[in-house]
């Protein structure tokens, strides 16, 4: 894939246009830092959701500038990762300090097997067949809570109509992407939002009723509800080290992508010193009690579309969102949107992500060759296991014992097992008879 670029890497575009550019990233990074912060932030307390968000904006904006200064220094959207969002939502039933204390340690462990240069040893764990069950597993274990956004229950009133609209604001969403071209394109999710908002009105004027910014301040620090005692518990960590397993290939995969688009030099310093500020900032979040960052992979999209490759064109965003971090009133209306329409932008990223997945699954297989029905069944079995884990009743799980309990109720994580000791026992090739 070849570019026509005004900026490359190292260029420096001039203060007004940097700045238009660095306001297109933020773009791009907003929606992801506003659903997953809505969905986290406001499970425990609603009353801490705006803390939560400005608490994710800071980390994400601190991330990002450690990435474009010392990491892997590249053109690389950073946002909330969506495997570790799975693995809270799955271990829920925990503390807080238990969950965020597994994340700072996971990120201290990422960002060690890193600069140690151990990272390596670990791809080898990872074939095609693996990487497309993590793929697929992302999307497929997290529809029960994108139901949940968007229905809201059974016995809640509406349901019906909240569904409809789903369907139709979906649809719309799909048709968006296929034909609009360049950054229209790539902020399809922040516009569709922000009409989705506005739609959703219509048809539900209550639902902002209760929404009040009297108690919001204009400027405010974040710098409390930090996971400042280290709650260690087994399951839960071993959990998280399964996630942060995906993650890490997520991450590898993202700046390696950037790198080859661009032809960028010394690649491989960029890979380990990228993946080590992943780990930093996924410490920095554990610590902060949030969810942490990860390299996003539909960045060439966004460079293609503004010629772009500029990576001080980032700092901007970077500093636009950790400024944000202290605007909790700014941050209100930016996050100002109804659960159904949450759930739809989740629903059509999910889909992106089921795209990606079967792509590197057909590719897997075609590798593979001979017979493609037995490849791909170490594809499926996996998938299907995850699914299930993923739609148990509450019931089910709480039977289990409360030390297995993160990983066995966590769909992602059992899917993931399995398709390890799958490819790395019976999955492997047949030797050929003579």
Not at 228 to 257: H, K, M, R, W, Y
Not at 311 to 339: D, E, K, N
């Amino acid at each position: 894939m070849s570019l026509e670029l005004k900026y490359q890497i190292e260029d420096k575009p001039v203060w007004k246009e940097n700045g238009l550019y660095g306001l297109q990233w933020l773009a791009v990074s907003l929606p992801a830092v506003i659903t997953f912060g809505k969905v986290l932030g406001g499970m425990d307390s609603p009353a801490l959701e705006i803390l939560y968000l400005q608490k994710l904006f800071a980390v994400m904006g601190v991330a990002l500038l450690i990435q474009v200064f010392w990491g892997h220094r590249l053109p690389v959207v950073l946002g909330p990762s969506t495997i570790l969002f799975i693995g809270i939502l799955a271990s829920l039933e925990s503390t807080p300090a238990a969950i965020y204390t597994s994340l700072l340690i996971c990120g201290a462990l990422l960002a060690l097997l890193a600069v140690t240069g151990l990272f390596g040893r670990l791809q080898s764990l990872f074939t095609p067949r693996v990487v497309a069950v993590i793929l697929l597993l992302v999307a497929f274990t997290i529809l029960p809570t994108i139901t949940n956004l968007v229905i809201g229950g059974t016995e809640v009133p509406g349901a019906g109509r909240r569904l409809i609209f789903a369907f139709v604001f979906m649809l719309l969403m799909f048709v968006g992407g296929r034909y609009l071209q360049g950054l229209l394109k790539n902020t399809l999710v922040l516009v569709a939002m922000v009409l989705g908002s506005l739609a959703y009105f219509l048809i539900d004027p209550g639902w902002a009723a209760h929404a009040s910014v009297e108690n919001i301040q204009p400027v405010a620090l974040f710098f409390s509800h930090l996971n400042t005692s280290l709650v260690i518990e087994p399951g839960v960590l071993v959990a998280f080290i399964l996630c942060f397993l995906g993650l890490s290939i997520n991450d590898l995969g993202s700046i390696q992508a950037v790198g080859l688009v661009l032809k960028a030099e010394a690649m491989p310093r960029r890979i380990t010193r990228g993946i080590a500020a992943t780990g930093i900032g996924n410490v920095l979040a554990g610590w902060m009690g949030v969810i942490g960052p990860v390299n996003f992979s539909f960045s060439p999209g966004l460079i293609a579309a503004t010629g772009c490759a500029a990576r001080r064109s980032l700092i901007s965003a970077g500093v636009a969102m950790l400024a944000l971090a202290f605007l909790p009133r700014i941050i209100f209306y930016l996050s100002f949107i109804p659960a159904a329409v949450i759930g739809c932008v989740l629903f059509y990223t999910m889909c992106t992500q089921v795209a990606a997945g079967l792509m590197t699954a057909f590719d897997a297989l075609q590798e593979l060759g001979e017979p493609r029905f037995d490849n791909a069944l170490m594809i499926s079995l996996p998938i299907l296991m995850g699914i299930i884990i993923s739609f148990l009743p509450a019931e089910i799980t709480a039977s289990y014992p409360y030390s297995l309990r993160p990983i066995l109720s966590n769909g992602f994580v059992v899917g993931i097992v399995t398709s390890l000791v799958l490819e790395h026992t019976i999955g492997r090739p047949l030797k050929q008879k003579k």
